[in-house]
């Protein structure tokens, strides 16, 4: 009984380590291919990028102004109960725009682009290895990688940090919303105080996460994808992995630049 146990927390340790270092594998892989492609005298996949760009990006736009708008009348909404009886409502404007540009927008957007766009690439590339396009590319002497993760890898890298500045936007105009319409609050005086608590380094230190949120989920859902194993129900069960496990180290990396920030910055 205790033999049968350890052999089997055994083998699943090893598979668990093999499938972290084929992901590790699967992201640099990437992003040298992604450099490579950049260089002089290189072929960049300009077209398809920007295909990526308008798809990851633009077509995101409603979606993630939607939601983030609506975070920031909820914290408003959450932070007036708390702030009220204290009679500190004119610190709302401080922990929405704080909250949403350090934390919130960043987190909330990536989780949205995983569901949207993560998902998206995990089925195309698990149906093409399904059908055996990606043999036939690896035939033709066109690396897998270069060809359909590098153009993905550098638009995302763009939409995302784009799209959470354009999530921070909304979320503090919704915040504003509530605070003119419920608490009274002057516009001009909530933007003020935006202004003055949201300092660069929050800004930035926001941008930075969207980008390393932007590398996981590419090369979560490229891995999925590329390791993906009977037909269309292999593609489903591909792509609901890689929407999980996305978001599963979208928080783990976002607790992590937490606890630097918070000891280091």
């Given at each position: 009984?205790?033999?049968?146990?350890?052999?089997?927390?055994?083998?699943?340790?090893?598979?668990?380590?093999?499938?972290?270092?084929?992901?590790?594998?699967?992201?640099?892989?990437?992003?040298?291919?992604?450099?490579?492609?950049?260089?002089?005298?290189?072929?960049?996949?300009?077209?398809?990028?920007?295909?990526?760009?308008?798809?990851?990006?633009?077509?995101?736009?409603?979606?993630?102004?939607?939601?983030?708008?609506?975070?920031?009348?909820?914290?408003?909404?959450?932070?007036?109960?708390?702030?009220?009886?204290?009679?500190?409502?004119?610190?709302?404007?401080?922990?929405?725009?704080?909250?949403?540009?350090?934390?919130?927008?960043?987190?909330?957007?990536?989780?949205?682009?995983?569901?949207?766009?993560?998902?998206?690439?995990?089925?195309?590339?698990?149906?093409?290895?399904?059908?055996?396009?990606?043999?036939?590319?690896?035939?033709?002497?066109?690396?897998?990688?270069?060809?359909?993760?590098?153009?993905?890898?550098?638009?995302?890298?763009?939409?995302?940090?784009?799209?959470?500045?354009?999530?921070?936007?909304?979320?503090?105009?919704g915040g504003l919303l509530c605070a003119v319409?419920?608490?009274?609050?002057?516009?001009?005086?909530?933007?003020?105080?935006?202004?003055?608590?949201?300092?660069?380094?929050?800004f930035v230190s926001g941008l930075a996460k969207?980008?390393?949120?932007?590398?996981?989920?590419?090369?979560?859902?490229?891995?999925?994808?590329?390791?993906?194993?009977?037909?269309?129900?292999?593609?489903?069960?591909?792509?609901?992995?890689?929407?999980?496990?996305?978001?599963?180290?979208?928080?783990?990396?976002?607790?992590?630049?937490?606890?630097?920030?918070?000891?280091?910055?």
């Open positions: 009984m205790i033999a049968e146990l350890a052999g089997s927390l055994g083998r699943t340790t090893v598979e668990l380590f093999g499938q972290v270092g084929r992901l590790c594998g699967t992201a640099t892989s990437g992003s040298a291919k992604l450099v490579r492609s950049l260089l002089p005298g290189e072929k960049f996949r300009g077209r398809s990028t920007v295909v990526q760009l308008y798809h990851m990006g633009t077509l995101a736009l409603p979606i993630v102004g939607l939601i983030a708008f609506m975070m920031g009348l909820i914290l408003s909404f959450q932070a007036a109960y708390q702030l009220e009886p204290l009679g500190a409502e004119r610190l709302v404007a401080d922990l929405v725009s704080v909250s949403l540009t350090r934390e919130l927008g960043p987190v909330i957007t990536a989780i949205v682009v995983a569901g949207r766009s993560g998902s998206a690439i995990a089925a195309e590339i698990a149906s093409m290895k399904v059908q055996e396009e990606i043999d036939a590319l690896r035939v033709m002497g066109i690396n897998p990688v270069a060809f359909l993760v590098a153009p993905k890898l550098l638009a995302m890298l763009v939409a995302l940090p784009l799209l959470t500045a354009f999530a921070d936007l909304l979320g503090i105009l319409s419920v608490l009274d609050i002057p516009a001009h005086m909530y933007l003020e105080r935006c202004q003055a608590a949201v300092i660069m380094k929050d969207a980008a390393i949120f932007a590398g996981i989920i590419v090369s979560v859902a490229a891995y999925c994808g590329f390791e993906v194993t009977g037909g269309a129900e292999g593609v489903g069960r591909a792509t609901t992995r890689a929407v999980v496990l996305s978001i599963f180290l979208v928080i783990v990396a976002d607790l992590v630049f937490t606890g630097l920030y918070f000891n280091f910055g």
